[in-house]
T-cell receptor, first 116, second 113 residues
Framework: AQKITQTQPGMFVQEKEAVTLDCTYDTSDPSYGLFWYKQPSSGEMIFLIYQGSYDQQNATEGRYSLNFQKARKSANLVISASQLGDSAMYFCAMRHPGAGSYQLTFGKGTKLSVIP | DAGVIQSPRHEVTEMGQEVTLRCKPISGHDYLFWYRQTMMRGLELLIYFNNNVPIDDSGMPEDRFSAKMPNASFSTLKIQPSEPRDSAVYFC???????????FGSGTRLTVV
């Protein structure tokens, strides 16, 4: 069964500092995709970044980068130069198109608080 | 594009009443998903459709829940009768196969009293 683990229920980071949010996953399928979503207090789910299992390079989107370590089955999100607006819940998710499964399976999330 | 549109944004209903949640996916997207979010269980997939056909409804908690997608631009999630434990935020999301962008609606916050 697919499983996503986020071990940090909550994290604090100083404004302008970088922060890493951890995500590990469990799958035996060679074809999968990994996603990170942000959920601010207003409740919407905002897509941040995607990494495919066959992608050779780590994904980057502006201040977001994904530290993809395939052998360790980890897909950590790195936020550089944290801003107050980054305070939110962050969810890691996975899908298995190779298994004919297109839904996203989510981790429990990490609550990030940015301190001024 | 207006994104995925869900209605209502908030719903308060009494136990035993029927509740219908609505979703309009992004035009051209061929997959539609219904998720439920609670503090205890996080984000759970309830059901998803491909080209209006239900593919996996194994996450639907019980027979009180039903979902339909009569056409490519509309889906409903119905709870009948509703119970207090159904209180949650219900999200609809859509995507296009071969496109990794899953777009979520703003959610419906359901409170059953």
């Amino acid at each position: 069964a697919q499983k996503i683990t986020q071990t940090q229920p909550g994290m604090f980071v100083q404004e302008k500092e970088a922060v890493t949010l951890d995500c590990t996953y469990d799958t035996s399928d060679p074809s999968y995709g990994l996603f990170w979503y942000k959920q601010p207090s207003s409740g919407e789910m905002i897509f941040l970044i995607y990494q495919g299992s066959y992608d050779q390079q780590n994904a980057t989107e502006g201040r977001y980068s994904l530290n993809f370590q395939k052998a360790r089955k980890s897909a950590n999100l790195v936020i550089s130069a944290s801003q107050l607006g980054d305070s939110a819940m962050y969810f890691c998710a996975m899908r298995h198109p190779g298994a004919g499964s297109y839904q996203l399976t989510f981790g429990k999330g990490t609550k990030l608080s940015v301190i001024p | 594009d207006a994104g995925v549109i869900q209605s209502p944004r908030h719903e308060v209903t009494e136990m035993g009443q029927e509740v219908t949640l609505r979703c309009k996916p992004i035009s051209g997207h061929d997959y539609l998903f219904w998720y439920r979010q609670t503090m205890m269980r996080g984000l759970e997939l309830l059901i998803y459709f491909n080209n209006n056909v239900p593919i996996d409804d194994s996450g639907m908690p019980e027979d009180r829940f039903s979902a339909k997608m009569p056409n490519a631009s509309f889906s409903t999630l119905k709870i009948q009768p509703s119970e207090p434990r159904d209180s949650a935020v219900y999200f609809c999301a859509s995507t296009l196969i071969n496109n990794y962008g899953y777009t979520f609606g703003s959610g419906t916050r359901l409170t059953v009293v």
